[in-house]
């Protein structure tokens, strides 16, 4: 059994027991979490596909970690100007397992 769910502007393909990162959420390490943006759940040859999302459908996950990602660097340079702009980014992420599907 698998569900495909949205959390954070991301589409993800989860299944129990499953531990992925997703964008940081709001809580302390092993505190539980529902997601209910679920799009669709599959069991078997059973498929349920929502419009957009199926209302009764929820994922349950156990918070894992919370933390930050390795740092991104942004550099501009324009040639010939002896300008240059440089900055950096560490996207905040939370890890999670999943322990439970509904549909």
Do not use: C, W
Request: charged share 35%; glycine share 10%.
């Amino acid at each position: 059994m698998y569900a495909v769910i949205a959390t954070g502007g991301k589409q993800y393909k989860v299944a129990k027991g499953e531990t992925l990162r997703v964008e940081k959420l709001d809580g302390d390490e092993g505190a539980t979490v529902k997601l209910d943006r679920v799009l669709m759940v599959a069991d078997g040859d059973k498929v349920q596909i929502g419009t957009p999302t199926l209302d009764k459908a929820s994922v349950t996950a156990r918070i894992t970690a919370q933390g930050r990602g390795d740092k991104v660097e942004i550099i501009k340079f324009r040639r010939r100007k002896n300008s240059r702009t440089q900055a950096g980014h560490r996207q905040s992420y939370t890890e999670i397992e999943v322990t439970d599907i509904k549909a």
